[in-house]
């Protein structure tokens, strides 16, 4: 793997060295870490994902106390983990957990793949949250290319480049992951990518504006984003169901009281159908029931 490194580079050795100094001095104290419950690792991998680490910790206790293992979520009402997961956003990611729960209850396992082709397989669960669950919970080394990592790859090794794509840096993220340092240590080695990427982007630094996958959040309020989630946490308020006309109704409400237009019945219908095709709530008649 040495031949992949850059010519001109800092030597892998030296490296790899540096940097697990620099991310012994920037370790930060997260309650997901040095813990080997694949679940409970994988239940912070999907919700770090578009969240910021301080809005997370008190997201993964509190599901966890109410799902405590694979087969707790998989028994548990579809509505009941939506709840537990307001406030987080981006709810797919909560039905794409209770869905892989759902396969490993069904498969009988009870329980995580242990290899990363089989986590691969689950519903959701991409390359990066796949190395990110066998690195943390198995301690096996990966390539593992979240937004942090990607952020110190970037600001080491292309410092003046721009659009700079994943494929360059995966073969870099491998040399590095897989030498013997770093191989010894997986959690060690990509905490500290973690927590020295973290800190790029705290000093004012954000190099991943240079990746070819870099795109800025659009603005959620007033956004089809936004209203999705309304309506979710609107069904999900009523036990009993909501009928259509109703909900659009409160929608556009709540719309003209943060001084926006009101949502048109094709807009509203597009919404829904696309909720209810995902499995966040069902129809019934007229009635949107949780």
Known sequence: MGALWPEGAEPL????????????????????RYIDDPYAVLVSEIMLQQTQVTRVGRFWERFLEAFPTLDALAAAAVPDVLERWQGLG?????????RTADQCAADGRGRLPDSYEGLLALPGIGPATAAGV?????????????TN??????HELFPHEDKVSDKMLEPLVAAAAFHPAAAADPRRWYYGLLDYGAHLKATGV?????????????VFEGSRRQKRAWIVRRVLAAPEGVAGAAGRADLDRAEAE?????????????????????????????????
């Open 206 to 218: 954000n190099p991943t504006r240079r990746s070819a996958s870099y795109s800025r959040q659009s």
């Open 90 to 98: 981006y709810n797919r990611r909560a039905l794409a957990l209770k």
């Open 134 to 146: 066998m690195a943390f919970a198995h301690q096996v080394p990966g390539v593992y290319v979240e």
């Open 258 to 290: 943060a001084a926006r237009d009101g949502v048109d019945e094709a807009l509203f219908a597009s919404i829904v159908d696309d909720l209810v095709t995902e499995g966040f709530f069902r129809r019934e008649g007229a009635l949107l029931i949780p």
């Open 13 to 32: 050795d030296e490296f790899v060295s540096r940097l697990l100094r620099v991310g012994h001095e920037l370790y930060r104290d997260l309650p997901w």
């Open 149 to 154: 990592v990607r952020a110190v790859f970037l």
